[in-house]
T-cell receptor
C-alpha cells in the first residue's frame, strides 16, 4: 500500500518559473525524503527532512514538513528543462528505513 | 551513476518461466532493499536485507518470489512461474551509515 499522495499528479510550467509539489501521508514518520526519476530510469535522492525539522534547503530545492497536517512540499525555484522528471515523496516510519512511496508528480518544464 | 548496478537491465520472458535478477550495491553498504514499480506508480517495498539477513518481507512478496544475499554483498531476486502481473520495474537500493537510499537503474521485466 502507498503511504503518500502527491499533488498535483502532473505539472507543466515555463522554464524559469517555480514549481511546487505537495505530499500528504497517513502515519507518523521518522523522516520524509524526496526523489527524482527521469523517464524509465532509477531514482535519485534529492533531500531528506527529519520529523523534528520544519524546513530544509538544498541549492534550488526547498522542502517543508508539517507533521501536524502530515504533509510536505517541495519547491524548485528557477526551473530548468533538465528538471523535467517525476518527483516522489517517500516516508520512513521507523529505524529500518523501509520507504513507503507516493504515486509521484510528473513535472514538465517547457523551454 | 549511483554506484549500484543491476543486471539485466531488461528481461522479456514467457509466462511460467523463472527469472533471476542481480543487484550489486555500493561496496560496504550493509542494507539492501528491493522494490517493484509499475507504470505511473511509485515503488512498492518488497524486502530488505541487513548484511546477509533478510529482515522483512512485504505481503506483496508471494511464495513465487525469493531473495537472497548470501555473503552480504550482492543480492538476487528470483521469480518462479512468472505471471503477466509480474511485469514491472524491479529496483534495488543500498544504504550505508545514513538514511539515504541509493538506487540502481532497475531491471524492467516484461512477461508475455
Amino acid at each position: 500500500s502507498q503511504q503518500g499522495e502527491e499533488d498535483p499528479q502532473a505539472l507543466s510550467i515555463q522554464e524559469g518559473e517555480n514549481a511546487t509539489m505537495n505530499c500528504s501521508y497517513k502515519t507518523s514518520i521518522n523522516n520524509l525524503q524526496w526523489y527524482r526519476q527521469n523517464s524509465g530510469r532509477g531514482l535519485v535522492h534529492l533531500i531528506l527532512i527529519r520529523s523534528n525539522e520544519r524546513e530544509k534547503h538544498s541549492g534550488r530545492l526547498r522542502v517543508t514538513l508539517d507533521t501536524s497536517k502530515k504533509s510536505s512540499s517541495l519547491l524548485i525555484t528557477a526551473s530548468r528543462a533538465a528538471d523535467t522528471a517525476s518527483y516522489f515523496c517517500a516516508t520512513a516510519q521507523d529505524s529500518n528505513y523501509q520507504l513507503i512511496w507516493g504515486a509521484g508528480t510528473k513535472l514538465i518544464i517547457k523551454p | 551513476d549511483t554506484g549500484v548496478s543491476q543486471d539485466p537491465r531488461h528481461k522479456i520472458t514467457k509466462r511460467g518461466q523463472n527469472v533471476t535478477f542481480r543487484c550489486d550495491p555500493i561496496s560496504e553498504h550493509n542494507r539492501l532493499y528491493w522494490y517493484r514499480q509499475t507504470l505511473g506508480q511509485g515503488p512498492e517495498f518488497l524486502t530488505y536485507f541487513q548484511n546477509e539477513a533478510q529482515l522483512e518481507k512485504s505481503r506483496l512478496l508471494s511464495d513465487r518470489f525469493s531473495a537472497e544475499r548470501p555473503k552480504g554483498s550482492f543480492s538476487t531476486l528470483e521469480i518462479q512461474r512468472t505471471e503477466q502481473g509480474d511485469s514491472a520495474m524491479y529496483l534495488c537500493a543500498s544504504v550505508g551509515g545514513g538514511e539515504t537510499q541509493y538506487f540502481g537503474p532497475g531491471t524492467r521485466l516484461l512477461v508475455l
